[in-house]
């Protein structure tokens, strides 16, 4: 990891932090994407259900 953090830290380099940033992050979008499209809507929707009413049985004793 201290590569990186170097890799990062480097004056002469100045847009290669905004790139690796930039990267990154349509990585992880496009990761995401898939994932929701790829499990479905219904699992996600059923999840989070699920989680709220657990959280509110919790809540209520």
């Given at each position: 990891?201290?590569?990186?953090?170097?890799?990062?830290g480097?004056?002469?380099?100045?847009?290669?932090?905004?790139?690796?940033?930039?990267?990154?992050?349509?990585?992880?979008?496009?990761?995401?994407?898939?994932?929701?499209?790829h499990?479905?809507?219904?699992?996600?929707?059923?999840?989070?259900?699920?989680?709220?009413v657990?959280?509110?049985?919790?809540?209520?004793k």
């Amino acid at each position: 990891m201290s590569w990186m953090n170097k890799g990062l830290g480097t004056p002469a380099n100045p847009g290669l932090r905004l790139r690796l940033i930039m990267m990154t992050v349509f990585a992880l979008s496009i990761i995401r994407y898939v994932f929701y499209f790829h499990c479905g809507e219904a699992f996600f929707r059923e999840y989070f259900e699920s989680k709220n009413v657990s959280d509110m049985r919790s809540v209520e004793k």
